[in-house]
């Protein structure tokens, strides 16, 4: 009997059996060399790649190159992967991206793979210094160092991302997509660099990832629907979050998480759900799940904060609208650097239903934490922290 396969089905086959060939395409064809800028070679090179009919591989070899803000399209015609060996530095003057919401921007395309040893440098020191949000409520937001929009059924793999001028990485509309031993490097006072924040996105997975920052390791926005975060190591930086939500108009539900297996260190937060006070609509937030967390010194580690409002840049006339239900946290060990080490401040409007405590094994200067709950009656099994109000 005759199977009736499509191309790309068969071409996965292939690669995963070690049959498939791609063709490769060396970044030097098109004259990107080390020590020099790249940009026009790398988009070239994108456009061979996006146009062949059979499977690619645009390499970029050892060496350190320079390079300004790209956005490359599909949608292609094949798989495309792009291995990075050497190290790519994005200009240090934020004004030299021609105000680029994202240096590397790739979207409306299938099948994409970011491999390789290198490194991405975003240069961000001084847009760090520059950067006024915590004051400015009109602040001008730098370029993110990756932008991934509508892009599906892709990887990224084994690559550095350094010294972001603001987030690392934004997915955007994306559908199955996965990150497996990819790594965030930023100080714990860059300000505004998250690890990676998810939106409008489906079937995301964080695997074997190593995020030092100075905000979020890894932010949920609205619209992200069954996201895993698994074997994640997170520190510094403002921990693992849901939000925040509810501050803008026309956002989606945010559904099914799974972070499991996962250590902080030395972070604000561990592992939180954040809503701001006054939203202007209501949907729901639901199934998040976290479990076999580990601890270690974090200073709020584990917190549902629905009157969330950085620098009191918010109207607090009324409560939030986002309705939480179905959360929990099991097997959640180590230290904490506060007495409260579960904070629960739900909405007044909308008080969070179905949330579990279970085996939450946390400890303050050697004694056990406390929790402090608004608006919820928790359940508890196991070891866990009685609530007081």
């Not at 100080?187 to 920052?213: Q, R």
């Not at 650097?337 to 904070?343: A, M, T, W």
């Not at 739900?346 to 279970?358: F, I, R």
């Not at 303050?364 to 196991?382: E, Q, S």
Request: aromatic share 8%; proline share 6%; with cysteine.
């Amino acid at each position: 009997m005759k199977l009736n396969i499509p191309p790309i089905v068969l071409y996965l086959v292939l690669t995963i059996s070690g049959t498939a060939q791609s063709v490769g395409i060396d970044i030097k064809k098109f004259g990107g060399i080390p020590d020099a800028d790249i940009t026009q070679a790398f988009t070239d090179a994108w456009k061979v790649a996006c146009a062949s009919t059979s499977a690619s591989k645009i390499l970029i070899p050892n060496g350190t190159y320079k390079m300004k803000a790209v956005d490359v399209k599909g949608p292609c015609m094949a798989p495309i992967e792009i291995q990075i060996d050497g190290t790519i530095q994005a200009p240090a003057d934020p004004n030299a991206l021609d105000g680029a919401k994202q240096w590397v921007k790739i979207g409306y395309a299938n099948f994409i793979t970011l491999s390789g040893k290198g490194i991405f440098d975003g240069q961000g020191a001084i847009a760090w210094k520059q950067n006024d949000c915590r004051t400015n409520t009109n602040c001008k937001i730098p370029s993110m160092n990756f932008g991934f929009n509508f892009v599906n059924h892709s990887m990224v793999r084994g690559i550095t991302s350094k010294d972001s001028k603001s987030f690392h990485v934004i997915l955007f509309g994306c559908y199955n997509f996965t990150f497996d031993g990819f790594h965030i490097s930023a100080p714990e006072t860059s300000i505004n660099t998250d690890g990676i924040h998810i939106g409008k996105s489906t079937d995301v997975k964080i695997l074997n990832t190593n995020i030092a920052t100075g905000d979020d390791c890894v932010s949920l926005g609205d619209g992200s629907i069954h996201v895993t975060v698994q074997n994640v190591n997170c520190g510094p930086g403002h921990g693992i979050s849901v939000g925040s939500l509810g501050k803008y108009t026309n956002e989606e539900p945010v559904k099914d998480l799974l972070v499991k297996n996962c250590t902080l260190t030395n972070t604000e937060n561990g592992v939180r759900i954040k809503t701001w006070p006054n939203s202007s609509q209501t949907y729901l937030v639901t199934d998040m799940h976290f479990e076999d967390i580990t601890m270690v010194d974090v200073l709020n580690p584990v917190i549902i904060d629905q009157e969330y409002c950085p620098w009191n840049h918010c109207p607090k006339q009324s409560p939030s609208k986002i309705k939480i239900r179905k959360v929990s946290f099991s097997d959640i060990k180590g230290t904490s650097k506060s007495k409260e080490g579960v904070i629960f401040i739900c909405s007044k409007a909308v008080p969070c239903e179905d949330v579990e405590l279970n085996n939450v094994a946390l400890t303050f200067k050697g004694d056990p934490i406390v929790a402090k709950c608004a608006n919820v009656r928790p359940k508890f099994a196991g070891k866990a922290p009685p609530c007081t109000a």
